[in-house]
């Protein structure tokens, strides 16, 4: 202890200060780094809960012993046994669904129930099990279902079943196919109900839907989709990436038509029937020709002769079918009516004669048959009057917007950040002991020995002679004849330099000037017993 004490007293004010504060920063990062270490680390374990959810959650945590925080809507966990409570939570059925759906019919009995509280109840659970079902879905956060339905008393006025869904999304907006899948969902589990019935209401944008057609399967929108992938993609197996833009445009049908048509063939006749008609006539009379003589009684005509005459008509009738097509078509809105279709492909970079980079169009040979696929791939159809326009132009360098990320040699490491932490706390405690108290005492300048480290050594040799170069002056004793000290000269002016080893040598004879002159008198006496 003495000697810590001698060492503390001999540093200067400066080296005190900084040994006190290496001493403080020490004891701060050992006391941070223990609670780091005590601390553990800390995952999510689930956020975005309901109060009624998270109050659940946290009792049965509680009751576990397990050690979580509550950040906002967030609950935290140790990051090791995070998996290992999920399972566990999720066996208890935590967090627990507060959409109750056809457990609410298990607590009805039959004794005290009516046939209205029933109804109600069924209802109820109805709605419940729907919100379940559309919660299940992608991106859904939550979900309310109400049904509207009609009276089951047969005195009064019957009306068709409606419902509302409200739904929350956790990405942005419900987009139009979830808002049809949701319509069709609740329009099938309630009996008498049609899509149209339904009404799908965001709580971010409102109204989803509103004036589009459910029964289309398939808009124009999306055919315009789905055709533009697959022409882009076809291009940029031959062009690369990035290297071919499309720009495609479906025309639908929107008006539906109903065609009646009726079309005789004189050409194609059959004969169903026939009919033959014969007919005959025949006559007799007398001849001659008729004068004066013939009208007498007894005039010449009597004596002619008799003629005869016979005819006969034969007529046929026969009965065809003329040949009839009768066609009815119905036209519904919906179909292409003419597709046209824009592509850029980007030119060629060629290397000139002189190294330089040169852009060129691409040749009307592969121009000619990148046009053949695409219209291979749309279906083209000239009767339809399709278009196909594919040019190539030089595509302009576009310069991102911000910085661009570039991945960080600590981003590629998987490590804990508190694991991080406490590696630095113990590399700084490290820095700070090396450089303000290891580095300091070594650096500090070793003291003389004293006089009796000096005598218990038991120095036989004559003592080492240390050149002073005029400071003591060599005539002036330093004892007395009653032994007392005689104070060595000192001059006022002349500031000693404590970095010089004379100056240090005769501050520190100042300082201990018995300790001096009990070396000396040892020397002395050595001496004469030498001589």
Known sequence: MKQLLDLWASLELRRKVILITAALAVFGSVLAMARLAATPSMSLLYSGLENGQAGEVVRALEQKGVVYEVRGGAIYVEHSSRDELRMTLASEGLPANTTRGYELLDSLSGFGTTSQMFDAAYWRAKEGELARTIVGSRNILSARVHIAQTSSNPFLPTGQATASVTVTSMVGTVSGAQARAFRYLVASAVAGMSPDDVTVIDGTSGLVGAGEDPNASSTASDRSTE?????????????????????????????????????????????????????????????????????????????????????????????????????????????????????????????????????????????????????????????????????????????????????????????????????????????????????????????????????????????????????????????????????????????????????????????????????????????????
């Open 227 to 531: 055709l533009r992938e697959s022409v882009t993609r076809l291009l940029e197996a031959r062009v690369g990436r990035g290297n071919a833009v499309v720009e495609l445009t479906i025309e639908p049908v929107t008006e539906s038509e109903s065609i009646v048509e009726r079309v005789f063939d004189p050409k194609g006749r059959v004969a169903i029937s026939t009919d033959t008609e014969e007919r005959s006539t025949s006559s007799r009379g007398t001849g001659g020709s008729v004068t004066v003589a013939s009208n007498l009684p007894d005039g010449e005509a009597n004596a002619g002769a008799d003629s005869s005459n016979e005819d006969s008509e034969t007529r046929e009738r026969v009965n065809y079918e003329v040949s009839e097509t009768q066609r009815e078509i119905t036209r519904e809105p919906g179909a292409i009516k003419r597709i046209t279709v824009a592509v850029l492909v980007n030119a060629t970079q060629t290397v000139g004669p002189e190294g330089t980079s040169e852009t060129q169009p691409r040749a009307e040979d592969e121009l000619a048959e990148l046009r053949e696929l695409v219209q291979s791939a749309i279906g083209f159809s000239s009767d339809r009057g399709d278009v196909v326009t594919l040019k190539s132009m030089p595509f302009e360098a576009i310069n991102p917007a911000g910085t661009a990320f570039a991945p960080s040699f600590w981003s590629n490491l998987s490590l804990n950040l508190m694991s991080l932490l406490q590696l630095g706390v113990l590399a700084v405690v490290a820095i700070v002991l090396g450089l303000f108290v290891v580095k300091p005492l070594l650096l500090r300048p070793p003291t003389l020995p004293s006089a009796a480290q000096i005598s218990r050594a038991g120095l036989a040799a004559d003592p080492p002679t240390i050149p002073i170069d005029g400071e003591i002056d060599p005539e002036t004793p330093l004892l007395n004849q009653d032994n007392t000290v005689t104070a060595l000269p000192v001059d006022p002016s002349n500031t000693p330099d404590l970095t010089d080893p004379v100056d240090r040598l005769r501050a520190l004879i100042i300082e201990r000037q018995d300790e001096t002159v009990d070396i000396l008198r040892s020397w002395l006496e050595d001496r004469k017993e030498a001589t």
